[in-house]
């Protein structure tokens, strides 16, 4: 904090800087703020009378600070509505009041003592968030507290070692070093060895103090609870409760430093913790060893830091990491960390030019196993904004939400809200603004529920109102991280990535424990599959193949190429996991694996695991109507001409009951059902088979259209046609009766763990600033006043409001409005039953190529003319969603032709094939003329952002071994111009510009070869189409000013 320069000056922030020197660990402390002299703690003799003295003082202390709060409230509130939110005499009433309150409560706590002088100090730390009289008044009680006399504390000792101190002590100083709430600290020499130390020794009867003051505190939280319900805070109190015992037991904080120095060290932290002596450790006495440090505020000191060479921004993020590594990797962190117990060493040589220093181990936590993993879970999902596996690991946390408010509306707030509270740190000044322009929500909120007639309580954003149960690990794991960021704004430390720090150690310490088996039945990294196969088809022996590659060499060769080409693009992070399946005739030729199975889960992929399928659910679901068509006869079902039935003659009520649609245009993907999402489109649609099947009941798709992807919206019509023509109500299983039988392990999650996940790493997602905050608040108070004060969280509301019947919209219209339901991560949902649109389900690369190749299909596809030529999709978002294969069959496969390399290549040799390629990645394909039998080739991998680059480079190593090149590959020209047309439509416009411009589209029109440029174009395009939250394709000349955090900091999630 900015200190004055004359030494004899006291800053408006803390002390002078001489003062900041007495505050140094070999230096007796400064008077506490207003008392002429140092007071004593006096706690030894309490009788029962001044016990309830101090209980029904604290009560009434209390009682007077909320009516005098809520007296003003009431008297400024029309002061401000005359105003226009701004009245200058409001804003004094509002100081005047703080003022005198914040004396008050610091006056109060040094009369009282105990537990009052340890919430003072929690709420020091809460800089900007808090209003800066109690923060400024309140800081002298982090260091400037009571002391106990030297004859207290030689009695303390004498008592507890047996021993008189002079035995012990060649010399120990009078006046103590620091006081805390529990104990003083006083220099002292080793009698035995001369060396210096610290000895702690706890104020002799603080220990009834605390307990009478948890006792004190509950009965405050109950009487709170009773006047403002969102404002519950027993849990909090039942956790001081049996976290107190602890912290009066110094053997237990002389454990916990010694667990702190450990996992520090092992974490590779520079960051300085004492050592206990062992042999000097009691309940009511700690001796250490002596650390001589500066107090952490002084970071906010400039001429101190540049004097010294320090980097403040280097030195907190050392510090960040420490207790990341602590909390993620260690499960004990220090959960006291205020400005009292944090000081910094300066070292030249260290990063930043000074090591952190943590005393006073008395407040830890300790969090098991379990709760550890969930953690990091939790903070890997709202760093990756994963809303699905937010929800999924705080249900295995032990966060139940209240039933009526859990809607889509309420997932999205509750992501952005918690995103907020770990944001990159701003200065005081906008942090403040922050939480006015939060209570202004808020109580937007309550006056527009109290207009409907509903309580404040229901309309309020605190989540101790939303949730009905949440674990209590959390209270301190947050009120850790709320101390730490109240650090970094008292000392104007801007952007430090809280949530990207925190986030990293969450990863490393979630990739430790996927490779521990207790850890993963504790909480699943990534739930399993349940699995449906009517026969399970074993990989046969890639040596059994007597085609063209008809040789073991070639054979070992080819999988040689496959395996050194995964390698190369796992070290170019091109991908987490991938498999490669090649078959020659039905008979396996090549079958190799490599990577983990997500970017979280540590353990190895092999030939059986399943990936997602995202959208090739769809083409899959395609061949199992074939199947179904042919089975049961279905008018036409073994002629050619049965693909042209009319879908109204098996669903009359669709596309508003008078539809001409052929089933082999909703195959194609002609049939306009890419304009056909529901205005109101949300993820509770995922699940929701009956809701999509009604609203496409409504909309008047009568005719052909042209051809353009339908993602998503297609499943839902061929689960709805698989439900009316086979009674398969379950579209897994309704794929496993048909496809089954020719080799598709197909499966769904489960919750068992050892399956592949979606994969989406944006570390600059990690990155919340204030652009994201702002632009979320102004989501919600935009969807507040359209619903006219209805609030998506209400008990009235428990349905939430849908669009009129037969109300449509795009697929870009309906992303710019709720990008959630189009997240590729909405495939990890980790619960049974689910449809989420197919996007889940998942099968290997075996299971695929065999499915494919098999000849029972290939005589179905040949007996319904499914290889007809249907349509092409020309634009961008097809081309995406596609893979670049965007020319449709009248079977719902997609159209494929290969090139011949080398001197064939010359006379310009093609063949064609047909297949399933989707764009994020997985692809299955199949050519019958370029060997004996054909060739099917199928590849899976699970990171979104960059599997279509790596399937594409997996499947040309694969063809180039029969002297083959795939064509479908590159973006052609009216691909990118259709990409550029779109970027600056009204609606994609934003989106693209928070990626960065267009300049990656324009980088598109280079070579093929170059592959860095079209990754940059296909992440781009990608981006614009699922709204992926952030690109690397702005170039230092697209990105913003220095300091501004880009990509996910304005995209409308």
């Not at 002596?290 to 050392?318: H, M, R």
């Not at 909703?666 to 999402?677: D, E, Q, R, T, Y």
């Not at 050892?754 to 600033?769: F, H, K, Q």
Request: proline fraction near 6%; hydrophobic fraction near 40%.
């Amino acid at each position: 904090v900015p200190m004055t320069t004359d030494p004899g000056v006291p800053s408006r922030f803390g002390p002078s800087p001489s003062l900041q020197q007495e505050m140094s660990w070999n230096f007796e402390p400064a008077p506490a703020r207003g008392l002429g002299i140092q007071t004593v703690w006096e706690t030894a003799d309490l009788t029962w009378w001044d016990f309830q003295k101090r209980r029904w003082s604290s009560l009434w202390l209390m009682k007077t600070v909320y009516y005098r709060l809520k007296r003003v409230e009431r008297e400024t509130e029309p002061m401000y509505a005359d105003g226009g939110g701004k009245c200058p005499k409001a804003d004094q009433m509002w100081d005047e009041v703080h003022r005198t309150n914040a004396r008050e409560i610091r006056e109060h706590a040094e009369q009282v003592k105990g537990l009052f002088i340890k919430a003072c100090q929690f709420m020091s730390a809460m800089a900007g968030v808090l209003p800066d009289p109690y923060v400024d008044e309140f800081m002298c009680l982090t260091d400037h507290l009571p002391v106990s006399t030297i004859e207290e504390v030689r009695k303390v000792i004498r008592q507890d070692f047996k021993r008189f101190p002079r035995d012990i002590f060649s010399e120990l100083a009078v006046e103590p070093i620091a006081s805390a709430s529990i104990a003083q600290v006083h220099k002292a020499t080793l009698r035995h060895n001369g060396k210096q130390v610290a000895v702690k020794i706890q104020h002799d009867g603080v220990d009834r103090i605390f307990l009478e003051d948890v006792q004190t505190l509950s009965t405050i939280a109950e009487q709170v609870a009773y006047w403002s319900p969102d404002l519950d805070f027993r849990k909090f109190t039942q956790e001081w409760r049996e976290s107190v015992p602890h912290e009066l037991d110094f053997g237990e904080e002389k454990r916990a430093l010694e667990r702190a120095r450990k996992a520090l060290r092992a974490g590779g932290s520079p960051v300085l913790v004492p050592k206990a002596d062992p042999k000097l450790v009691s309940r009511h006495v700690l001796v250490m060893e002596f650390i001589e440090a500066t107090p952490i505020l002084s970071l906010g000191d400039v001429d101190f830091c540049q004097q010294n060479g320090i980097d403040k921004n280097v030195v907190l993020e050392t510090l960040l990491d420490a207790f990341g590594i602590m909390a993620f990797k260690d499960g004990m962190f220090h959960a006291d960390p205020h400005s009292g117990n944090v000081r910094i060493l300066v070292d030249p040589n260290a990063p930043g030019g000074a090591v952190p220093v943590l005393f006073d181990w008395g407040f830890f936590r300790e969090i098991d196993d379990g709760e550890r993993m969930g953690l990091a879970k939790l903070f890997h999902a709202l760093a990756n904004f994963d809303i699905a596996g937010l929800f999924d690991v705080l249900n295995v946390l032990g966060f139940s939400v209240r039933g009526e408010l859990f809607t889509d509306e309420f997932r999205r707030e509750f992501l952005e809200k918690a995103r907020s509270l770990l944001k990159d740190t701003v200065n005081k000044q906008e942090t403040r603004a922050n939480v006015q322009r939060e209570m202004a929500d808020y109580q937007a909120r309550v006056k527009r529920g109290q207009q409907r007639g509903s309580n404040a309580a229901s309309n309020s954003i605190s989540p101790i109102y939303f949730l009905e149960e949440f674990p209590r690990c959390i209270i301190f794991f947050m009120r850790m991280l709320q101390i730490l960021r109240g650090l970094c704004v008292s000392v104007e430390a801007q952007g430090m990535p809280i949530l990207q720090i925190f986030a990293r150690h969450a990863k490393e310490a979630l990739i430790e424990g996927s490779k521990k088996q207790s850890l993963v039945n504790r909480l699943q990294v990534f739930a399993g599959r349940e699995v449906w196969s009517r026969n399970t088809v074993t990989p046969p022996s890639p040596w059994m193949s007597t085609t063209t590659l008809n040789s073991p060499a070639k054979i070992v060769a080819l999988e040689a190429r496959l395996k050194k080409r995964l390698a190369a693009l796992l070290e170019q992070q091109k991908i987490v996991g991938a498999q490669v399946a090649v078959l020659q005739g039905g008979r396996s030729v090549a079958d190799v694996c490599m990577g983990n199975l997500s970017s979280i889960d540590a353990r190895p992929v092999d030939v059986t695991t399943r990936f997602p399928l995202f959208s090739g659910t769809g083409s899959l679901a395609a061949l199992a109507l074939l199947r179904t068509m042919r089975r049961l006869g279905f008018p036409g079902g073994g002629e050619p001409g049965a693909l042209h039935s009319k879908v109204a003659e098996i669903w009359p009520e669709f596309g508003g009951g008078d539809s001409s649609l052929t089933i082999a245009e909703i195959l194609s993907h002609s049939a306009g059902l890419h304009n056909a999402f529901p205005q109101d489109f949300a993820p509770r649609h995922l699940d929701d088979i009956a809701a999509v099947a009604d609203h496409l009941e409504k909309v008047p798709l009568s005719a052909k259209a042209e051809t353009r992807y339908a993602h998503l919206l297609q499943v839902f019509v061929l689960a709805k046609l698989g439900d009316l023509l086979a009674g398969e109500d379950s579209l897994l299983h309704w794929l496993g009766t048909e496809l089954g039988a020719l080799g598709l392990d197909i499966a769904a999650p489960a919750g068992r763990g050892g399956e592949a996940a979606v994969c989406r790493e944006l570390p600059d997602l990690a990155r919340v600033s204030m652009t994201e905050v702002n632009a979320s608040r102004d989501r919600r108070l935009g969807t507040l006043a359209m619903e006219g004060g209805a609030l998506p969280t209400q008990q009235e509301d428990k349905e939430p409001q849908r669009s009129a019947p037969g109300s449509t919209c795009g697929f870009i219209e309906a992303v710019a409005k709720n990008p959630l339901p189009f997240d590729p991560l909405q495939a990890n949902a980790a619960h049974g039953g689910v449809f989420r649109a197919g996007l889940s389900l998942g099968a290997s690369a075996h299971a695929l190529a065999s499915t494919l190749s098999s000849e029972a299909l290939q005589d179905d596809l040949e007996a319904l003319g499914a290889l007809e030529p249907a349509g092409m999709d020309p634009t961008a978002i097809g081309w995406v969603f596609s893979g670049g294969a965007t020319r449709w069959t009248a079977g719902g496969l997609q159209a494929l032709e290969v090139q011949a390399v080398g001197p064939r290549g010359l006379l310009g040799r093609r063949r064609g094939g047909y297949g399933i390629v989707c764009g994020f990645g997985p692809c299955v394909v199949h050519f019958p003329d370029l060997a004996s039998g054909g060739i099917t080739i199928a590849v899976t991998v699970n990171d979104v952002l960059r599997g279509r680059e790596a399937a594409a480079e997996l499947l040309a190593e694969a063809l180039k071994s029969f002297g083959y090149a795939p064509t479908w590959t590159s973006a052609p020209v009216r691909v990118l111009a259709d990409a550029i047309q779109l970027s600056r439509s009204e609606t994609v416009a934003p989106l693209v510009q928070s990626l960065g411009g267009i300049r990656a589209v324009k980088e598109a029109s280079m070579e093929p070869a170059e592959e860095t440029a079209r990754q940059h174009v296909h992440l781009e395009l990608a981006s614009v189409a699922v709204g992926a939250a952030a690109s690397p394709a702005c170039s230092d000349e697209d990105r913003p000013d220095a300091g501004e955090i880009t990509g996910p900091t304005a995209t409308p999630s």
